[in-house]
């Protein structure tokens, strides 16, 4: 390491953000990068811990310390060969990655980590500002075609391993445009879709053909692409989303979160769409669910000039610290305050929602019962939910926004047609090598292992290329 003992006389220092009464008033990204000067020190913490368990929390496995060296070195296109080594995309986890590699950072047990996340953003912009990030059209052809459903960040991320190894890609997306959530259900805030739009760019130059608005198994079925394909990938996602089955759920202004947010980014884009309007404006909005699709339905709704926003969480709140039963390098079960959480909103937690109440067809409110945990089944290690006696209440909502996380993929005629089966989590079921149990046909991502990050969905994609790629060699 260029300066070994950096973490002694560094602190860890934080990109600025726009402040919250002008970044509500835009959709756009909002953050200020750190200098050079600051990005070379913050690299410089990096210590020589011998075992970089930063690559390990990592999905992708990132070089970490190397690059983080080569930035102190104020060696960026370097630093930017060793990222692009083993991320196909770091652009997106740049911005949108929860940074598990931070919480396995060795710094952590005791100190600030390292800015891993902001140091990983920073190399890939700058090595596109330079110019190192452009089209390779020197790419030699096998003769194999592949077809990928779906153009996710799994789909992406197979797309890109294959066609750089010589074999011809069909990506086919049944909405209007590429990226899969990226594109559509993070909002532009967190990630504009000019920087999605960037990298499939070069992607289309380098031979990969994208064939939006293509549904399979509606505007074409899967039987056609395996008789006209060497290989399938099916990478379309978890898109079912979890619903909340309770008295007046088909009460007008109750909706998905992801119909919410996949509007606004449309509205965005300046892209057309037919279902009615879902407006947060003037309105008293309900998010339930904690998670990070919930935290971007409260952001969108307090740009779209919400009244008020509540966001309801199932579980109880995470201490501001790791308990003792959660160490170091286990993922950090803490509470984590958003930057949309910080825009204001009150937040609710270990309540469960009872009822939806409201008049004329239209939701009004929300009764909502206080619930706790029981101590974990010696045998089991679950805890049961109990309601709380003489805790229920009751919240105005005008839109409840639903934001519970998915089940697994949309059961289709692309799944049954072929009778492809499904493990017992309603996951594409594949072996080892991410085969389905139909030949020839493979599955990766969130719509093979279920809900999950856009690290781990591009760590799938570059699985199953690898195993795509030695089913066709042996073919």
Not at 411 to 420: A, P
Request: glycine share 8%; aromatic share 6%.
């Amino acid at each position: 390491m260029g300066e070994v003992k950096g973490f002694l006389k560094y602190d860890r220092l934080e990109i600025s953000k726009e402040n919250v009464d002008s970044r509500i008033m835009h959709f756009n990204e909002f953050t200020k990068e750190l200098s050079e000067d600051e990005l070379k020190l913050q690299g410089a913490r990096c210590m020589d811990c011998g075992i970089p368990f930063c690559q390990s929390g990592c999905p992708v496995d990132n070089l970490i310390p190397e690059w983080n060296d080569l930035v102190y070195k104020n060696k960026w296109d370097e630093s930017a060969k060793r990222l692009l080594s083993t991320n196909n995309f770091p652009e997106f986890t740049g911005r949108v990655c929860p940074a598990p590699c931070e919480n396995s950072c060795v710094l952590d047990i005791n100190t600030p980590a390292v800015t891993i996340k902001n140091i990983e953003k920073s190399i890939i912009e700058k090595a596109f500002e330079n110019g190192l990030i452009k089209p390779n059209l020197s790419i030699v052809r096998t003769g194999k075609n592949i077809a990928i459903v779906g153009s996710g960040p799994a789909g992406l991320s197979a797309a890109d391993q294959l066609n750089k190894l010589g074999h011809t890609i069909t990506v086919f997306e049944k909405n209007e445009v590429i990226g899969g959530l990226l594109a559509l259900g993070i909002p532009d805030f967190k990630l504009e879709k000019n920087i999605v739009e960037r990298r499939t760019q070069i992607m289309q130059a380098e031979g990969v053909e994208f064939k939006t608005k293509t549904e399979i198994g509606v505007d074409k079925t899967l039987s056609e692409l395996k008789d006209e394909y060497d290989a399938i990938i099916l990478c379309g996602g978890a898109e079912q989303p979890r619903d909340l089955p309770i008295i007046g759920r088909a009460l007008k202004g109750v909706h998905y979160a992801m119909d919410f947010l996949k509007q606004q980014n449309r509205i965005n884009g300046n892209r057309d769409f037919s279902e009615e309007v879902i407006s947060a404006k003037d309105k008293n909005v309900v998010v339930i669910g904690g998670g990070d699709t919930g935290s971007d339905c409260i952001g969108t709704s307090i740009r779209q000039g919400a009244k008020s926003v509540l966001n309801l969480e199932l579980m109880q709140q995470f201490p501001k610290v790791r308990s003792n039963g959660n160490p170091w390098p286990e993922w950090a079960f803490i509470d984590r305050v958003s930057t949309s959480h910080e825009e204001g909103c009150k937040r609710e937690f270990s309540v469960l929602s009872k009822e939806f109440i409201g008049s004329k067809n239209q939701i009004q409110k929300i009764k909502i019962v206080r619930v706790e945990f029981e101590n974990p089944d010696p045998k089991t290690g679950r805890r049961n939910m109990v309601e709380i006696p003489n805790s229920e209440f009751e919240v105005e909502a005008d839109l409840v926004l639903l934001a519970m996380g998915f089940t697994g993929p949309v059961k289709s005629n692309m799944i049954d047609e072929l009778d492809i089966k499904l493990n017992d989590r309603n996951n594409i079921a594949t072996d080892n090598n991410f085969m389905t149990n139909i030949e020839g046909i493979f599955a990766a991502g969130d719509m093979r292992r279920g809900q999950s990050l856009v690290v781990w969905a591009i760590n799938e994609g570059r699985a199953v290329a690898e195993n795509v790629n030695e089913y066709l060699k042996k073919g």
